[in-house]
C-alpha cells in the first residue's frame, strides 16, 4: 500500500451518460474526501467520509453527483446524466483523523472526465 | 464557510532569490494550515503544514508563518532552484475539510 490509487485515470463519456470513479486510500486513513480541480484552480471539496459515513457534502454536490464509501474502506463517486461542465479532474484524498484532527492529506493521481 | 484568498498568481523568481505567496483566510476557527506543491499533470503533495498554537514552522528550505489576528499566512521559499518551479496551493481547515486558495504559479529560471 504505497498511496492512495484512483482508477481510472482518464474517462472520455459522451454527455448524459453515467459514469463512475473509484478511490482506494491508505488502508489505515479512516478519513477520505472527494475533491474537484478544474484548469488554473484550486481543488474545490465535494464530499468526506469517516469510515463509512458521509458526514459532509459541498453544495457543489449536485443531486447527480453520489458517493458512497460502503465498508469504509475504498469509495465511488458517480456522476449521473453528465453535463460538459463536469469535465474536470476528480480528485480523491485521505487523511487520518483523531482527537487532533488536523493530519494532511494524501491525494491520489486523480481521475480526468473529459464529457464529449 | 471557510474562503481563502490567495496572492499573487503568478510569481517568477531567478534561481537563489526567495519566494514569498500569501494567504488569507475567513473564518477565525480555522485551525490547521498546509502548504501543496503540484506539479504538472501530477497530484498535490503537501510540502509542509502549520497549526494554529504555532506562529512559524521551518523545514529546510521552505517556511511558513501564520497570524491567527489578521488571518493570514505565507510561505517562504529561500534558495529557489528551477525544480521549485510549480504550482503552490495554500488551504485552510475550518470544518471537516480543507479549502484550498487558487493557486501560484511559480516560475523559477536559471
Known amino acids: 500500500d504505497t498511496g492512495v490509487s484512483q482508477n481510472p485515470r482518464h474517462k472520455i463519456t459522451k454527455r448524459g451518460q453515467n459514469v463512475t470513479f473509484r478511490c482506494d486510500p491508505i488502508?489505515?486513513?479512516?478519513?477520505l474526501y472527494w475533491y474537484r480541480q478544474t484548469l488554473g484552480q484550486g481543488p474545490e471539496f465535494l464530499t468526506y467520509?469517516?469510515?463509512?459515513?458521509?458526514?459532509?457534502k459541498s453544495r457543489l454536490l449536485s443531486d447527480r453527483f453520489s458517493a458512497e464509501r460502503p465498508k469504509g474502506s475504498f469509495s465511488t463517486l458517480e456522476i449521473q446524466r453528465t453535463e460538459q461542465g463536469d469535465s474536470a479532474m476528480y480528485l480523491c484524498?485521505?487523511?487520518?483523523?483523531?482527537?487532533?484532527?488536523?493530519?494532511?492529506?494524501?491525494f491520489g493521481s486523480g481521475t480526468r472526465l473529459t464529457v464529449v | 464557510g471557510e474562503n481563502v484568498e490567495q496572492h499573487p498568481s503568478t510569481l517568477s523568481v531567478q534561481e537563489g532569490d526567495s519566494a514569498v505567496i500569501k494567504c488569507t483566510y475567513s473564518?477565525?476557527?480555522?485551525?490547521?494550515f498546509p502548504w501543496y506543491k503540484q506539479e504538472l499533470g501530477k497530484r498535490p503533495q503537501l510540502i509542509i503544514d502549520?497549526?494554529?498554537?504555532?506562529g512559524e514552522k521551518k523545514d529546510q528550505r521552505i517556511a511558513v508563518t501564520l497570524n491567527k489576528t489578521a488571518k493570514h499566512f505565507s510561505l517562504h521559499i529561500t534558495e529557489t532552484q528551477p525544480e521549485d518551479s510549480a504550482v503552490y496551493f495554500c488551504?485552510?481547515?475550518?470544518?471537516?475539510?480543507?479549502?484550498f486558495g487558487k493557486g501560484t504559479s511559480l516560475l523559477v529560471t536559471p
Open positions: 488502508s489505515e486513513h479512516n478519513r
Open positions: 473564518d477565525s476557527a480555522s485551525n490547521y
Open positions: 488551504a485552510a481547515r475550518g470544518g471537516y475539510a480543507l479549502n
Open positions: 484524498a485521505s487523511s487520518l483523523g483523531g482527537i487532533d484532527d488536523n493530519y494532511g492529506y494524501t
Open positions: 502549520i497549526r494554529s498554537n504555532v
Open positions: 467520509f469517516q469510515n463509512e459515513a458521509q458526514l459532509e
